[in-house]
């Protein structure tokens, strides 16, 4: 006797609607996307055409794996583009982001690990217009248009929502005050050196041009001694009407208790009407007369309380 054969059933899965299969697989993960190319013929070429990728690749990804993925993709939106960049993946970086710059990228989010230090950004990263949040981490930035005015560069992110700089290297003006506004920046991220007095003028210009800022981050730089000591009187006078007037939360990391650092945080504590906490991820060795004097400063907020990491205590 002849076994029987058995009939393939309706393929329902290729019978759904095209909304609905884009809606399980924006669902997925990147991953699990790429794996329902095996469901069907149908289903094949799908997650390279979705209404939206998200990327985010960990440390040591091969290229060709990022390539496997970026360079098919057809459809119209990246929301995301997190990678941290190796000597083996430094040099295909003009080619990805020629990729993106087909689409409508929302967040770039790029950090290196290179033996030579900073790996080199691509020109395009000025034409990205859709971006909400940025995030730069060891990478040269491309000749600036306009003699190397930082403030031209910055100006083609003006709509971002979250922002992370590192002090701009020397070789670039930066202007006392920006020609634009970030009027959607809530949150700004800065890593600074407190030893200077040019990374000190550049906050200022930045936070002048933060009117919605809401939450504020600094991570101080890796630095000895210092050379620049700035007084009451330079950093009041470096605060303009209705500066800072939404920020809430300030947190400071790696202080190590700089008279530049306290400074700041005293004036912030006296200025920013709204601010709820100004939380500081170390506690003084000491409670010297800088620390007393910064903690018994004159609050501009009534909410306002000092914590520092690993004390109970709030101030």
């Known amino acids: 006797m002849e076994p029987k054969r058995v009939l393939a059933g309706p393929d329902r899965l290729s019978s759904l609607p095209a909304e609905l299969r884009d809606e ?9 996307a790429v794996r329902t190319s ?4 149908t289903w094949r070429h799908l997650w390279k055409s979705l209404s939206v990728l998200s990327l985010s690749f960990p440390f040591g990804t091969h290229p060709s794996v990022v390539d496997s993925v970026l360079l098919p993709y057809i459809g119209p939106r990246v929301s ?4 941290c960049v190796d000597d083996e993946s430094a040099g295909r970086i003009d080619d990805w982001f020629a990729a993106l710059s087909r689409c409508r990228v929302e967040s770039i989010h790029m950090c290196g690990r290179l033996r030579s230090g900073y790996f ?6 000025f034409s990205f217009g859709d971006l909400v949040s940025l995030r730069l981490r060891c990478c040269n930035i491309p000749p600036l248009p306009h003699e190397r005015d930082f403030g031209d560069f910055l100006a083609r992110f003006a ?5 992370s700089l590192f002090s701009p290297a020397d070789d670039v003006k930066m202007p006392y005050t920006l020609p634009f506004t970030f009027y959607n920046l809530k949150n700004l991220m800065l890593s600074m050196d407190f030893t200077e007095m040019r990374p000190i ?17 600094i991570e101080s730089r890796d630095v000895f001694g210092q050379g620049f000591e700035a007084d009451w009187e330079f950093l009041n006078a470096l605060w303009t009407d209705g500066m800072c007037a939404s ?7 790696r202080v190590i208790w700089l008279p530049n650092e306290i400074l700041l945080m005293k004036l912030i504590l006296s200025k920013a009407r709204l601010l709820r906490t100004l939380y500081v991820d170390t506690h003084p060795d000491d409670f010297d007369d800088p620390i007393i004097d910064l903690l018994k400063c004159k609050r501009a907020s009534a909410q306002a309380r000092v914590l520092f990491e690993g004390l109970a205590q709030q101030y």
């Open 159 to 163: 709509h971002v929502q979250k922002l």
């Open 201 to 217: 003028l550049f906050m200022f210009t930045l936070l002048r041009s933060c009117d919605n800022l809401q939450k504020l981050e």
């Open 247 to 253: 920020l809430q939360i300030v947190q400071m990391s």
């Open 120 to 125: 080199n950004l691509h020109s395009s990263i």
């Open 38 to 41: 095996v469901l069907s013929r």
């Open 80 to 83: 995301l583009f997190d990678i």
């Open 24 to 32: 399980i697989l924006v669902r997925l993960d990147l991953r699990d």
